[in-house]
């Protein structure tokens, strides 16, 4: 049996996929992928998730190696800035 952050982890790596597999490399997220994921998946989480600057400046600071894609460990990145900011606001309340 799994635990609670098993469970989790599994569908933080299960949405990834649901993206990834759309255009390109099926295990990379394209910016149009990355998009997506944003707009539906973290729509109360993250700001201008509707302006296109915004969302291509993302893109270029997840995309370390320049490839055009994002993999799954710059993914991480955005996560894990996502999920510190949540952390601290959970204090503020």
Do not use: C, W
């Not at 949405?15 to 973290?42: A, M, N, P």
């Amino acid at each position: 049996m799994s635990t609670t952050l098993e469970d989790y982890m599994e569908g933080i790596i299960n949405v990834f996929h649901r993206y990834s597999v759309r255009v390109g490399h099926f295990d990379t997220l394209s910016k149009g992928e990355l998009k997506q994921l944003i707009t539906k998946e973290l729509p109360n989480t993250l700001r201008n998730t509707k302006d296109p600057a915004s969302i291509d400046k993302l893109f270029q600071e997840l995309d370390a190696d320049r490839d055009g894609q994002v993999d799954f460990r710059e993914f991480l990145i955005l996560l894990a800035r996502v999920l510190e900011t949540a952390h601290e606001n959970i204090h503020k309340e």
